[in-house]
């Protein structure tokens, strides 16, 4: 049989990195994620054998000992990994973003600092922009720096951050005051700060509060948390870049790259939640014959694997944009919203082949089903997206007349 979601024009390197990626999967990851998200355990086993491949450092250069591999080869990577188990891309994900921030917009001595050991993944990433009050609407952020001497003093609220206990790295977005008098637009007077920390939970480093992790209904066994900045102090070399102000900027320069993160996500996903539905209805005999011979299943399949294919394609088309260097927010944005939705679907559809049965824990689409609405949210949710998507065509296609 011919496998869906296969990428055309992949070097030697390549097919060997993803092959690799999917046999860990394969026998890592498929036969003990269910029971592991189920007791919402931490997959420590795997996060080492991940870190042994080498794939904390899948995209950061090689001068940092990282293997430098492209947007694309790293997007593969966690689509592979997504259809293990989605909570244990999300443990790369936000690893990758701080990762791609820093070699995009870091000092020579932040990049020094952080990069070689966020490579081995003995440094991990977790970036911080949501807060209680506010997701879509960044412009909104309350969480303030002020200076003082050679130091920020930070105060404020952080929300749902992934990875926020297990990280030993915060990217976190605040206001900053300073060189920017009052009347600046929102988006330029943000800024970066990077903050280390102990991992963990309670008060990680004075000042700073991670409280315990946020009860979730799936994208389990990954911790996601608050995180409270109370007179925390940081030395002003640690502001990203070096220059405050910046920060929107260079925050949306690492969600457009995780946009195509959970587009591969949502491709991962719905990929397995096909597998699970071709599977079971070739095993499911009802009025004398399988399932999978009624024509009401075989359009459901049918319907399926056109998305899985729609879906990949676009993601990689995303990848590829960013890798080659234009811009690509609006693929981006497209990838991450038909893939989002395609794979809730696709999980559905394939939760509604297994009958009563996909309603028991004892099957893999129960966790799946769980699983895929995160992707709607995360990132910016499909009503962001749409309105990304529709601002960048009305650029496009501007009406001349
Ligand atoms: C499990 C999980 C992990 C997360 N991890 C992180 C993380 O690591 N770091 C981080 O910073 N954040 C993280 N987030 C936060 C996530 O990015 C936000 O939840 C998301 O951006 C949506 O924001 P919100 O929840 O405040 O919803 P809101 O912004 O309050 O939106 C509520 C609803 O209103 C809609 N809406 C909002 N504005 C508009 C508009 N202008 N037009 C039309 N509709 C609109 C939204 O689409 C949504 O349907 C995570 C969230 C979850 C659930």
Same mark, same amino acid.
Request: avoid cysteine; aromatic fraction near 14%.
């Given at each position: 049989m011919s496998r869906l979601a296969q990428t055309h024009g992949l070097t030697d390197v390549q097919r060997e990195i993803l092959s690799t990626v999917r046999d860990f999967v394969d026998k890592e990851i498929i036969p003990v994620a269910t029971e592991l998200e189920h007791r919402d355990e931490y997959p420590q086993d795997i996060v080492d054998g991940l870190k042994e491949l080498g794939l904390f450092g899948l995209m950061i250069p090689e001068e940092y000992?990282?293997?430098?591999?492209s947007l694309l080869t790293y997007a593969l990577c966690v689509e592979e990994i997504a259809r293990g188990w989605m909570s244990v891309s999300g443990i790369i994900n936000t690893h990758f973003i701080v990762a791609y921030m820093l070699k995009q917009h870091g000092t020579r001595e932040q990049k020094d600092h952080f990069l070689p050991r966020m490579a081995a993944g003995d440094i991990r990433g977790a970036f911080s922009m949501s807060e209680p009050a506010l997701g879509s609407d960044?412009?909104?952020?309350s969480s303030k720096a002020v200076r003082d001497g050679e130091e920020y003093v930070l105060n404020g609220q952080k929300m749902w951050l992934t990875n926020g206990g297990t990280s030993s790295l915060v990217a976190v977005l605040v206001k900053s005051d300073e060189g920017h008098?009052?009347?600046?637009a929102p988006h330029k007077s943000m800024t970066t700060f990077l903050v280390e920390k102990e991992p963990g939970?309670?008060?990680?480093?004075?000042g700073l509060t991670i409280p315990g992790k946020i009860d979730k209904m /799936? =994208?389990?066994g990954v911790d996601t948390t608050e995180l409270i900045m109370d007179g925390l102090r940081i030395p002003a070399n640690r502001v990203l870049g070096g220059v405050t102000g910046r920060g929107f900027y260079q925050m949306m320069d690492g969600v457009e790259v995780g946009r195509v993160n959970v587009a591969a996500r949502g491709c991962g996903v719905a990929q397995r939640a096909f597998e699970l539905g071709v599977r079971y209805a070739q095993q499911r005999h009802t009025f004398g014959k399988?399932?999978?011979?009624h024509q009401a299943i075989q359009f459901k399949l049918a319907e399926m694997a056109t998305k899985v294919e729609a879906a990949h394609a676009m993601m990689v088309n995303a990848a590829r944009k960013k890798d080659s260097g234009e811009r690509n927010d609006l693929e981006a944005g497209m990838a991450k919203y038909l893939a989002s939705e395609y794979c809730k679907e696709v999980v559905e559809d394939a939760f509604r082949i297994h009958g /009563? =049965?996909?309603?028991?824990?004892?099957?893999e689409i129960e966790r799946l089903y769980r699983e895929a609405p995160m992707l709607l949210i995360g990132e910016g949710t499909a009503e962001i997206q749409k309105m990304i998507i529709g601002r960048r065509l009305l650029e496009e296609y501007r009406f001349q007349g």
């Open positions: 000992g990282g293997l430098g591999e960044v412009s909104a952020i008098p009052e009347g600046t939970f309670g008060e990680v480093r004075p /799936g =994208y389990k399988q399932i999978a011979q /009563g =049965y996909g309603f028991s824990k004892e099957y």
